[in-house]
């Protein structure tokens, strides 16, 4: 049984990893329903929370079907780190995650997300400092290292192990490799094998099929694995990956009308959650995804990203279940 603090979640977690823009409540909804055992917020300005900026106190928005939830924080000034902390934790996480992984240039190159780590003192410092700032477990999702050249995750995990957190969650690639060339797992195995290491280690990066994931899990003996963007439009990996380390079997593709009513779903969490103008806009870049490989559905997808109404984009997606209804999914 795997923990995080008093936390059980189940022999061999699936997380959904906190991804800007996509990680949202409704998102996250359809992935809980569909296996995920435990999910996170998108990343949220330290910064914006402590100057209650409202792009950023939204994003603490949780509900109780989600649970296990964590919220997760970033920044570059510990003082401001700290603060933050306490603010997430009022709005009821189970977990409070650290991003020290982000490698987008306006965070990482400011010494935050990635960008801390160039400096692996100040890393643990901002971390000791937030574990006692809550009552709640601590969490960190980082990467290997900045480049090839400073890796030293062994002694990372190890130190943040040492001040308080609870478990870590590690993209197996470096922040110059953004998300370019396949994620090195290898590294992952050495924390693992590493005697003094003893909370949870997830591993991320390309788990993108049920085959990969058990392969992965054998090969590298992490304690579950992260998902991030293969999950997008495709929130079933979850349950496909379970089902496929208990029977050896891969469970079929969603059908069509099962991908319409997902995507419904999603649309209308959306709407409710954000307002319509809002809802609709940020959910255009999912449709792609939830019916990717159909033929000829360019010119729905076209007209679903631009439909201005809940209803007209609604409307659309029936259409879509009408006009394909003999299409069969690989």
Not at 214 to 228: A, F, H
């Amino acid at each position: 049984m795997v923990k995080i603090g008093n936390l059980a979640l189940g022999e061999f977690p699936l997380l959904l990893a906190p991804m800007e823009d996509v990680s949202d409540p409704p998102f996250r909804a359809v992935c809980k329903e569909n296996g995920a055992d435990l999910m996170y917020t998108e990343f949220i300005s330290s910064e914006g929370l402590i100057r209650d900026a409202a792009k950023s106190v939204q994003k603490l928005d949780i509900f109780e079907y989600e649970r296990p939830v964590g919220i997760q924080i970033f920044g570059n000034e510990i003082s401001s780190m700290r603060e933050a902390a306490a603010i997430a934790e009022q709005a009821g996480p189970d977990i409070l995650d650290i991003n020290y992984g982000c490698p987008v240039n306006k965070v990482a190159c400011k010494g935050a997300g990635a960008g801390i780590l160039l400096d692996i003192d100040k890393m643990v410092s901002m971390t000791a400092e937030i574990v006692k700032a809550v009552d709640i477990p601590v969490t960190v999702k980082t990467r290997l290292g900045w480049d090839q050249n400073t890796i030293r995750i062994n002694e990372v995990v190890e130190r943040l192990q040492d001040v308080g957190i609870q478990a870590i969650s590690i993209h197996a690639r470096t922040r110059k490799q953004m998300y370019k060339g396949e994620a090195d797992w290898s590294y992952l195995a050495e924390v693992k094998e590493n005697q003094r290491i003893h909370i949870p280690v997830f591993g991320n990066g390309d788990i993108d099929s049920p085959e990969k994931a058990l392969e992965y899990r054998n090969k590298y003996g992490v304690d579950g694995m992260m998902i991030g963007r293969a999950a997008i439009g495709y929130p079933w990996i979850f349950d496909e990956i379970k089902h496929y380390f208990k029977t050896g079997e891969k469970l079929p593709a969603p059908d069509l009308e099962e991908r319409v009513k997902v995507a419904k779903q999603h649309l209308d969490f959306s709407v409710r959650w954000k307002g319509e103008k809002l809802g609709i806009l940020e959910m255009r870049r999912h449709y792609t995804n939830y019916f990717r490989g159909m033929p000829n559905f360019k010119p729905y997808r076209t007209q679903m990203v631009t439909a201005d109404t809940y209803e007209e984009v609604s409307n659309l997606l029936d259409h879509v279940a009408v006009d394909f209804a003999d299409y069969q999914f690989a």
